[in-house]
């Protein structure tokens, strides 16, 4: 079994003002994982790692970081350090001194200094800029001096803070990889935040999803893509269809629902908790178009409708259909298939919409506003 | 409109004339005449003549070094007092005045709506040697009969630094206060205790605005007179009393106007040495 790095124990955070930012989070980080906290703006997530890094105290709950707990220890006493949102580094010294700080600061003899911020500049590529200013640098460098920074002091847990919330797409992309290379080099055990669903799901070997200071759900990436659990987290991460439907019963293995307007879908069947009462999901991109007068496999669910919309990205073609039995689904067919003759479906078209039973998933409303 | 954008640098100067006009007429002129007067000859009542007499100068240096060396002193430690007083007050301004951080600083402004002057004088009465602030004292026993605050050298050094507090702490605020608070976590994540993170991080960030304060007390406190002439007696007078005295007591134009470079050259010099000893790379940001 992996160790365990950080534990947050029934973590609540409440300001002053009555806003309960984080409500009862409890999670757990292994050693070593790359670990995202994803949320839109306002969903308790810096918040959440401001109070593992000790900038906050939580009103209540508990924070072990390798079993030890940490709840009431000041940030400099715990074996964590912090790349900060907008890097804030230190405007009056070097670049050089800026990577020595901690080190300074745990008076580290000053040959050893000099060896250890070297390596650190030459693992983030920023050799010969040592005697630089902050003022004189690019963001994306500045990006891993905050690296360098935090990284040089061998920290147990290293917390980001939205780190390339600043750069440009491009830059983005490319320190992306980077991290990813530093973290597994150094080893240690990243924790992430991020609002951007993509970085968190490129980079992360889990995520915890959080929405209204509440976690909704956590688990690897394709899990969480695959098999959402709530509708928050169907719709945040990529597009979900989603479709009221009630339980009833089990057919071939499957269990099977029916759609507001009588349609028969089918679903694994570890998908349904027994209530009756479910809301179905599919991905864009499991769903195959079929014309009207059929094509499609007899397993398939199956529903009918007609294009409203189509556009074309290069990639894949992306289709609006409005549904006969009320509704609209979002389609997306990868083009790979268009050279052995299949053609776009124009707007206006009879479609016939097919995806299979084990692509259905089950999400539950909003953690948030459930419980 | 067009003209402007096709001479930017016209428009540069004629946003700059007014100010240049003024310091022309009002700044550059009266020096270079105050100048010509200090190189003159003669009495009130014989007249004047313009004689180019530079031995004025080391005269009057060797007759009133006392007095320039007695306000240097004196200013030098009311900008000290100013800054010991100054600072702790902008810190707290800056980092704890939360809401009401305008509030404070106006009332750090507030003295300004009474008169330097007045505001001297009713220290005088304050400070009386049975006023409002002795009396008691000495009534009670606590303070020695003879003991006295007016007319001692600590009497014009506080007043200056009462009087030019605000012109301290307003440079130390603005410093302070632009101090990004995430440095100051980054500090601490980076194990820097209480003292390391005002030691490392806002202290050489404040630099910039513990030079401005402290020119901004000192050079008008060099050249004060009011504190001097109020609270002070003829052992305290600085070499501001030296100059007021020779132009509006005994029309001894030519020392007066004399005085006035020496002390212009000795605070200039002061103030380079002082660039120096800070450290002008925090205040350009260069690189060294």
């Not at chain 2, 007045?118 to 009969?145: C, E, Q, V």
């Amino acid at each position: 079994m992996t160790a365990i790095d950080v534990r947050l124990l029934e973590v609540t955070k409440s300001f002053g003002n009555g806003i309960l930012a984080v409500d009862r989070v409890s999670l757990d980080v292994r050693d070593g994982e790359f670990f995202s906290l994803l949320g839109p703006s306002g969903c308790g997530k810096t918040t959440t790692l401001r109070m593992i890094g000790g900038f906050e105290e939580p009103t209540s709950g508990r924070i072990e970081l390798q079993g030890q707990d940490v709840t009431w220890l000041p940030p400099y006493k715990r074996n964590v350090n912090t790349v900060f949102q907008n890097y804030a580094l230190f405007p009056h010294l070097s670049i050089f001194e800026n990577v020595a700080f901690g080190l300074r600061r745990k008076k580290v003899a000053s040959d050893q200094v000099r060896q250890r911020v070297g390596e650190m500049l030459e693992l983030v590529e920023l050799r010969g800029f040592e005697q630089r200013r902050p003022g004189q640098i690019s963001g994306g460098q500045a990006q891993r001096v905050a690296l360098a920074r935090a990284l040089i002091n061998r920290p147990a847990v290293l917390l980001l803070d939205e780190p390339l919330g600043a750069l440009d797409l491009k830059l983005r992309k490319q320190m992306q990889l980077e991290l990813k290379r530093i973290q597994q080099e150094v080893g240690i055990t990243f924790i992430y935040v991020t609002h951007d669903q993509d970085e968190a799901m490129t980079m992360s070997d889990r995520i915890c999803v959080m929405h209204g200071g509440r976690y909704e759900q956590l688990g690897p990436p394709q899990e969480l893509y695959e098999r959402p659990q709530t509708r928050f987290v169907a719709s945040f991460l990529g597009i979900s269809n989603l479709m009221a439907a009630s339980s009833d019963g089990v057919s071939d293995g499957y269990a099977v629902a029916r759609l507001r307007d009588g349609t028969e879908v089918r679903l694994p069947r570890p998908m349904v908790d027994g209530s009756h009462d479910l809301e179905l999901g599919v991905r864009p991109e499991k769903i195959r178009l079929h014309p009207a007068a059929g094509g499609a496999e007899t397993a398939d669910n199956l529903l009918h409708g007609h294009v409203r919309d189509v556009s074309y990205t290069g990639v894949s073609t992306q289709y609006l259909i409005d549904l006969s039995g009320g509704g609209a689904m979002t389609v997306y067919e990868q083009n790979s298939a268009r050279a052995d003759g299949r053609l776009i479906h124009r707007p206006g078209e009879e479609v016939a919409v097919a995806w299979s039973p084990d692509d259905t998933f089950v999400v539950r409303s909003d953690a948030a506003t459930a419980a | 409109m067009s003209w402007f954008r096709r001479h930017p640098s016209a428009t540069a100067y004629i946003l700059l004339a007014p100010g240049i006009l003024y310091l022309l007429v009002f700044y550059l002129y009266p020096t270079a005449q105050m100048f010509l007067v200090s190189l003159w000859t003669g009495s009130p009542e014989t007249g004047y003549a313009l004689t180019g007499n530079f031995g004025i100068y080391p005269e009057a240096l060797a007759q009133y070094s006392e007095h320039l060396t007695r306000s240097i002193f004196y200013g030098g430690a009311a900008t000290i007092v100013t800054f010991l007083v100054g600072f702790p007050l902008a810190y707290f301004i800056a980092f704890r005045g939360g809401r009401y951080k305008s509030v404070l600083l106006f009332l750090v402004i507030a003295p300004f709506f009474t008169s330097f002057l007045l505001r001297t004088l009713s220290w005088k009465i304050i400070f009386a040697d049975n006023g409002l602030a002795l009396g008691p004292l000495k009534d009670a026993g606590l303070l020695p009969d003879t003991f006295r605050l007016l007319a001692t050298p600590t009497a014009v050094i506080a007043g200056i630094a009462y009087n030019f507090l605000p012109f301290m702490t307003l440079p130390l605020y603005v410093a302070l206060e632009k101090i990004p608070p995430n440095l100051l976590e980054a500090a601490q994540d980076l194990y820097a205790d209480g003292w390391q993170r005002f030691r490392r991080v806002t202290l050489p960030l404040a630099l910039p605005g513990v030079f401005a304060g402290s020119l901004l007390t000192f050079i008008p406190a060099v050249g004060d007179f009011i504190n001097a002439e109020l609270l002070g007696d003829p052992r305290s007078q600085m070499i501001g009393n030296v100059i007021q005295a020779r132009f509006l007591r005994v029309s001894d134009y030519p020392t007066g106007a004399a005085l006035s470079f020496i002390l212009m050259a000795a605070i200039i010099i002061g103030v380079l040495l002082y660039a120096r000893l800070v450290g002008t790379e925090e205040l350009t940001g260069g690189t060294t």
